[in-house]
């Protein structure tokens, strides 16, 4: 069965300094993966994904993500956090099991400071 | 394309009572599935569907019951709510060809149950 671990539940980075938030995933088949934002009382948007082709992947606002499949993980950074950065990101893990299922992390809550 | 449309975006309901959540595509997509989230748990996986007239059990199926009789519609029934049921609900629609996957997700429907 697949599963996402988001290693932090909140991260505090003061503006225009560099974001990192991680994730390790575990899958049984080759995987899709994904991060999501969700703003305060907002539905999900998606930020990036990865689907087996370049496992450096660019995503909107800035955002990236690295696929390691050695180390099983797939990290987000973004080299100056905004201050409309502030949100919940989730690590999303998708792969044949089940047709499919998609698993969510628990979430990282990121805070920006002024 | 009106993408994936949940009904009712808010509902309060008292213990016991029962209700449905609806959730449509218009994109033709075999999958579909419905999650609850609550504050530090991510998105969890409710139930799924990987077509019409298949249905299978997420993560946290108890208490909740669904169906999928055509491909556009996936509801979800609360028989007999419950306080510990009070939660967002999301419901989402996903595409797959040739290993890729994307997701679709509705607005989400606010339920609190008294």
């Known amino acids: 069965a697949q599963s996402v671990t988001q290693l932090d539940s909140h991260v505090s980075v003061s503006e225009g300094t560099p974001v990192l938030l991680r994730c390790n995933y575990s899958s049984s088949y080759s995987p899709s993966l994904f991060w999501y934002v969700q703003h305060p009382n907002k539905g999900l948007q998606l930020l990036l994904k990865?689907?087996?082709?370049?496992?450096l992947v660019k995503g909107i606002n800035g955002f990236e993500a690295e696929f390691k499949k050695s180390e099983t993980s797939f990290h987000l950074t973004k080299p100056s956090a905004h201050m409309s950065d502030a949100a919940e990101y989730f690590c999303?893990?998708?792969?044949?099991?089940?047709?499919?299922?998609?698993?969510f992390g628990a979430g990282t809550r990121l805070f920006v400071k002024a | 394309n009106a993408g994936v449309t949940q009904t009712p975006k808010f509902q309060v309901l008292k213990t016991g009572q029962s209700m449905t959540l609806q959730c449509a595509q218009d994109?033709?997509?075999?999958?579909m599935s419905w999650y609850r989230q609550d504050p530090g748990m991510g998105l969890r996986l409710i139930h799924y569907s990987v077509g019409a007239g298949i249905t299978d059990q997420g993560e946290v199926p108890n208490g909740y019951n669904v169906s999928r009789s055509t491909t556009e519609d996936f509801p979800l029934r609360l028989l007999s709510a419950a306080p510990s049921q009070t939660s967002v609900y999301f419901c989402?629609?996903?595409?797959?060809?040739?290993?890729?996957?994307?997701?679709?997700f509705g607005p989400g429907t606010r339920l609190t149950v008294l």
């Open positions: 994109m033709n997509h075999e999958y």
């Open positions: 990865y689907t087996s082709a370049a496992t």
């Open positions: 989402a629609s996903t595409f797959r060809a040739s290993g890729v996957v994307e997701q679709f």
């Open positions: 999303v893990v998708s792969d044949r099991t089940g047709g499919f299922k998609t698993i």
